[in-house]
């Protein structure tokens, strides 16, 4: 991050970083944020910008961002992606956070989710 980005919201960091496709970057604007920070920063971001933030991330990273946020947040935010993507991501979920994850689903965004998961790491 350059020094001219220092006086930026963390929402607004994060955007940039975004924007520009650099995962580094994401990382590093999310690296010192707590928990609650990290919730409000991704709640600022618009629904594209939470999409691709996702899909830049490694799944597991993507995981733990996921985690963080208020249920029907981080919902939204799956229900947003490919199935392809958000299966990326649930499978590195624990079993109960996937299971949690999935209920707040449509039936449909579900299934379409639950079809790109290896069978042995679906949730019971």
């Known amino acids: 991050m350059s020094d001219e980005k ?8 994060l955007h ?7 995962v580094k970057g ?6 010192n944020l707590t928990p609650s920070e990290t919730a409000r920063t991704l709640s600022r971001l618009s629904a594209d910008d939470q999409s691709h933030l996702l899909t830049l991330l490694p799944a597991d990273e993507a995981a733990d961002l996921v985690i963080e ?6 919902a939204g935010m799956i229900a ?6 958000a299966a990326a991501i649930v499978e590195a979920l624990s ?3 996937q299971a949690d994850l999935l209920g707040d689903l449509s039936k449909d965004a579900a299934e379409d989710i639950l079809e790109e998961l290896p ?3 679906r949730p019971m």
């Open 6 to 13: 220092s006086n930026d919201k963390p929402w607004q960091i």
């Open 16 to 22: 940039q970083e975004i924007e520009e496709g650099d």
């Open 26 to 31: 994401v990382e590093d604007a999310l690296e």
């Open 69 to 74: 946020v208020p249920d029907v947040q981080a």
């Open 80 to 85: 947003r992606l490919s199935p392809e993507d």
């Open 95 to 97: 079993s109960n956070q």
């Open 119 to 121: 069978p042995q790491t």
